[in-house]
Structure formats: structure tokens, C-alpha cells
């Protein structure tokens, strides 16, 4: 998998969520997902489409979605995720994908993306047909960690 | 609303549902979802960038999936919607929504589209913040019928 890919997508997310929730990540041990896969209970869907076709599904736990809305709100740390802080979850998933894509274009691979959709439910599971699918774990310093996986339709081997 | 934004969905879904399963479609009457909104537990999202940005949201009973996967996989109904039917009803969105981009485009409407994402899951619910979502019910003919959701980010009022 070429890094120039996925490099993008790792730079945004880490400097995006400090810069804006102010908690450092570092990332896990990135590899291929098989699909169909399980996915934690809040999710954020953007699509991507231009210099290649794919999606970005993050993947939240609730209590890291009410760390993070809280930290981006300014407010004591709330217990349920309501739809401001939804609005919250989806407003920092298209600051990290607006980022990625003005990485991407500095290295000429111009890409567009989708408005965030949040879907939250029970025994998620995600099935991508004819894509590869890379999942960025990142880890905050308490051990807690999220997920970016990176749908791509086009081959990057 | 404008028509020109919702009559290549429409058309779309009913042509492509009846050519590729047999099945024809009426449409129901079309509203303004509010958000965040609950659905059933089959989903296809399939992104939309170019003339507008947005997102398309079909959502399915399980018993419906299994309808429209055997009748495009020509075997007697089946029960369960394993990988291979989920395959296929993502990519029976993806021809509608390829066939919607088509009709778009005749009206100078350039838009793009990401490959499907093919979701299930339990008690589903879906935000999509700063966009109007226009649903557009399809009802079969024996009276259970799929939801064709369209998100709009631009203003088609």
C-alpha cells in the first residue's frame, strides 16, 4: 500500500484533533480490514471521490465522542452524546477530511468530499464490496482509541 | 424544492429496480426528513460530489433485501442476507445511483459518486448536519417499500 495514500490521512488526524480538542493521538499498528467488519456504536461517514473513489468511516466509542464534543464545546464533560454533540463528532471528522484533502492536493491528487453523515445503532457491522480497506487506529494518552478506515476503490498497492 | 434535483433519483431508482429485479415501484409521497432520524436495519450510502454535495441513504427491511438479492441472483428467496446478497443489493444502488448521475449529466449536472457502503445493524439513527435530506419512499405492490434518502448540502429550495 502506498504511503503517500495513507500519510495524509494519519498527519490530518492527529494535528486536527489536538489542534482543535487539544489531545494528543498516536498511531496504533495500521493494517487491511477484513470486511465485513463491526464497528464501535457512533459513526462518521465522509465520501471521497476525484483523484480516487472511497469512504472514511470513523469509528467512536460514546464516551470518546462526549471527551471530544466536550473538549470542542468548552464545557464539563457530557454523559450523552445529544445532537449538538453530534453536530460537534461531525464538524471535526470534515475539519480532518478537508485537511487530508488539501494535503493530498499539495501532492497533486485532488480529491472532493461528501458532508458528514453521524450514524449511531447497535451490532453495526460495515461490508465495502470490490474496495480495500485501511484502518488507522489512533490512541489518546489514556489508552482509549479511535478509528479511521480508509475505503479505497482504486488499487494503491 | 426543485424538481430537476429529484425526478433523476426517482426515475433512477424505478427503472433500474424493475430492470435489474423484475419489481415495479410507485413512488410515495415525498417529504423533508427531520434529523436525526431512525431506519431500518439494512443501509446503503452511496456520496455525492460535482454540481452538488450530498449523500444517498436506501434504506431496507432485511425480508425486502432478501426480496431484491434473490431476484437479481436468480435463486429461490433466501433467507438470511449473507455477503453475497449484501454485494448485491450495493450494487443495485450503485446502479441507480450510477443511472441518476447519468440523467443529472444530461441536464449539465456533473456530479460524481463513491462506492457503496452497505451498513446493518440495531436501532439505527442518522444525523446529517447543515443539509436538507428529501425522502423518497418506493412502494412495491405488495405495500412494503424502501426509502430512498437524498441529503442536499446546497440550498435546492
Redesign the interface.
Known amino acids: 500500500m502506498k504511503a503517500e495514500y495513507i500519510n495524509p490521512f494519519i498527519t490530518a488526524s492527529a494535528e486536527m484533533i489536538e489542534q482543535v480538542t487539544g489531545f494528543k493521538t498516536i498511531k496504533g499498528k495500521i493494517y487491511i480490514k477484513d470486511?465485513?467488519y463491526r464497528s464501535e456504536s457512533t459513526l462518521v461517514?465522509?465520501?471521497?471521490?476525484?483523484g480516487f473513489?472511497?469512504?472514511v468511516?470513523m469509528s467512536f466509542s460514546k464516551a470518546i465522542c462526549c471527551k471530544l464534543a466536550s473538549a470542542m464545546m468548552g464545557c464539563p464533560l457530557i454523559k450523552v452524546l445529544d445532537?449538538i454533540g453530534?453536530?460537534a463528532i461531525?464538524?471535526l471528522c470534515n475539519m480532518i477530511l478537508g485537511y487530508t484533502a488539501t494535503i493530498f492536493s499539495r501532492e497533486n491528487i485532488v480529491v472532493?468530499?461528501?458532508?458528514?453523515?453521524?450514524?449511531?445503532?447497535?451490532?453495526?457491522?460495515?461490508?465495502?464490496?470490490?474496495?480495500v480497506v485501511v484502518c488507522i487506529p489512533l490512541l489518546f494518552e489514556d489508552d482509549t482509541q479511535i478509528e479511521i478506515n480508509v475505503?479505497f476503490?482504486e488499487d494503491i498497492s
Open positions: 470486511v465485513p461517514l465522509i465520501g471521497i471521490t476525484g473513489h472511497g469512504s468511516v445532537e453530534k453536530s461531525g464538524e472532493d468530499i461528501t458532508p458528514p453523515t453521524i450514524l449511531t445503532g447497535d451490532n453495526i457491522e460495515l461490508s465495502i464490496p470490490n474496495t475505503s476503490a
